[in-house]
């Protein structure tokens, strides 16, 4: 969990290293204070949150927050067989694309998609940032940001341009989240054409 070893690296400054102090012997006593004090200090702070890539067994999870999504951002009542079927597609077929989701405790609290852009004009790709939802009582929480950062730090590491993402204009919660989080605007208006 990258949020945790950002913690555990920078741990020393919250103890005290005297001569005979053995940092790594005693990092379970030590360890466990610093997590209770972060726990104390900062409320969103969870110990048991785990970012990882959805599997096949997480769609019907990944469907209700699909549909609670459209229904919260867009008002719009989505049809459950259809978006199982389209979650369940993309879960079979890397090429489509991937979830993540945060898990507490063995629950799904949150989730983002990626799909994927090819730029010819830069030769790399751009992921998409879509589908993104966290459970009413899990926002504010960090859990939006924990995501983030892990989808970052795979993004780099496999060379993507830049992440993008959409939002519906109502949508102002989501476009507070994304604009406090360090997303710029861009300068595109986008449309569609039925076929």
Request: charged share 25%; hydrophobic share 45%.
């Amino acid at each position: 969990m990258l949020f945790i070893k950002e913690i555990t690296f920078r741990s020393h400054f919250f103890f005290p290293v005297g001569e005979n102090f053995d940092y790594y012997k005693n990092w379970n006593v030590y360890g466990n204070v610093l997590v209770e004090i972060l726990k104390e200090s900062m409320p969103f702070f969870s110990i048991n949150m785990k970012i990882r890539t959805a599997k096949i067994g997480d769609a019907e999870a990944i469907t209700a927050q699909n549909i609670s999504l459209a229904k919260e951002s867009e008002n719009i009542l989505l049809n459950p067989e259809t978006v199982l079927a389209g979650v369940k597609a993309l879960l079979s077929d890397k090429k489509k694309g991937f979830y993540l989701v945060a898990e507490e405790n063995d629950t799904i609290v949150g989730q983002l998609m990626i799909t994927v852009e090819w730029s010819d004009w830069r030769n790399k790709p751009i992921w998409w940032v879509q589908s993104v939802y966290v459970q009413k009582e899990w926002r504010k929480k960090g859990v939006f940001t924990q995501l983030l950062d892990y989808i970052r730090l795979k993004a780099r590491k496999q060379g993507v341009a830049f992440l993008r993402l959409y939002a519906h204009k109502n949508n102002r919660s989501a476009l507070h989240v994304y604009e406090k989080s360090g997303w710029e605007r861009e300068p595109y208006v986008f449309h569609h054409l039925s076929v």
